[in-house]
């Protein structure tokens, strides 16, 4: 039998219980990783609890003869996360990898964002990555390996519409992702972001008010979560052994490699500035360089291939 990409490798994928999560799960699964299914059985704003779907998933990739375990463990608390990642150790005796993938939405228009909304998304995005990550890096350390995929979202990279919350999890989590790489890579730890677009319930969530939005969700309807799964896998196995703090995009048949924010254009004035210099010299000059008010929609704005 050929070499498995994952042979020998034990991974843990939160959210795994349904959409991109359970198809990275089961490819992982069945590219030889052993995998923990871990899911709180959520709805898609982070209402209650089923220990179901992560158990399904879990038998689903044990009947395709694979191995797996369910986890139903919250990523949002340090101590649960941490339990997420002991249940890899006690169940197969290892981790080489993370996907951070949990998540839920609470879509609001910033000035009636609460601050229970803004804290919930906020909680299993950014605290519960840096807690799921944080829990497996002493591992990593130790056996001198392990590598990081967080799922990020051109929400937070380009921006949308009443998505404050959403938007600074996901893009906090490209920089903890990118801090990770820089800290741990002398442990041969790495850490790399995938911007997905996928039909899933998550996406259901998207207004279909208009004709345009109707149309733009009919075109994601096209993207299923499985496109996913093959660069998660190839990030987590050793031929990704040269690629560390990157953003992925993958879209259908797609993978973008996103850029990461850099200087485009600066003026210098030797005396200095004052305010008045910098409206009369430095705003009509750097002016050119300024970033369009996109929307990610503004941005992916042709129908998937
Ligand atoms: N679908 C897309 O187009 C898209 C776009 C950008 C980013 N993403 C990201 O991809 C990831 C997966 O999203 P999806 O579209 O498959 O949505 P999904 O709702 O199907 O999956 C998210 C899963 O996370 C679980 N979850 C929620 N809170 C949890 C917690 N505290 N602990 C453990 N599990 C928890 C839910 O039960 C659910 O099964 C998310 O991080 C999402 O932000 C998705």
Redesign the pocket.
């Known amino acids: 039998m050929a070499h498995k990409m994952m042979q020998g490798k034990v991974v843990v994928v939160?959210?795994?219980?349904?959409?991109?999560?359970?198809d990275m799960a089961l490819a992982l699964a069945a590219a030889g990783a052993r995998v923990v299914v871990?899911?709180?059985?959520?709805?898609?704003s982070?209402e209650g609890t089923d220990a179901g779907?992560a158990q399904q998933v879990a038998a689903d990739i044990r009947a395709a003869g694979g191995q797996a375990v369910a986890n139903t463990?919250?990523?949002?608390g340090a101590a649960s996360a941490a339990r997420i990642v002991q249940c890899a150790m006690d169940h197969f005796g290892r981790i080489d990898g993370v996907v951070?993938?949990?998540?839920?939405?609470r879509d609001r228009i910033f000035h009636k964002m609460g601050l229970d909304e803004w804290d919930a998304v906020i909680?299993?995005?950014l605290y519960?990555s840096y807690h799921m990550s944080r829990a497996a890096a002493g591992h990593f350390k130790e056996q001198g390996s392990g590598a990081f995929v967080h799922?990020?979202?051109?929400?937070g990279l380009i921006g949308n519409l009443g998505q404050a919350n959403?938007s600074a999890a996901?893009l906090g989590l490209t920089a903890l992702s990118k801090s990770i790489a820089l800290d741990m890579q002398k442990f041969n730890v790495r850490s790399n972001c995938i911007?997905?677009?996928?039909?899933?319930?998550?996406?259901g969530a998207i207004p279909t008010d208009t004709p345009e939005q109707q149309a733009r969700v009919a075109r994601?309807q096209q993207?299923t979560?499985g496109k996913i799964a093959p660069l998660a896998v190839y990030l987590l196995s050793d031929a990704a052994r040269e690629v560390n703090a990157q953003v992925f995009a993958v879209r259908n048949n797609e993978i973008f490699v996103m850029s990461q924010p850099r200087p485009l254009r600066s003026v210098h004035r030797s005396e200095g500035w004052s305010p008045e210099h910098i409206a009369e010299h430095a705003m009509p000059a750097l002016k050119a360089s300024f970033v369009p008010m996109d929307r990610s929609a503004d941005v992916f704005s042709w129908d998937p291939i």
């Open positions: 939160t959210g795994a219980g349904g959409g991109i999560g359970r871990n899911d709180i059985g959520t709805s898609t982070g779907p463990d919250s990523v949002a951070n993938n949990a998540g839920i939405l909680q299993v995005h519960g799922m990020t979202s051109t929400s959403y996901k911007a997905p677009f996928a039909w899933s319930r998550m996406i994601i993207m979560p």
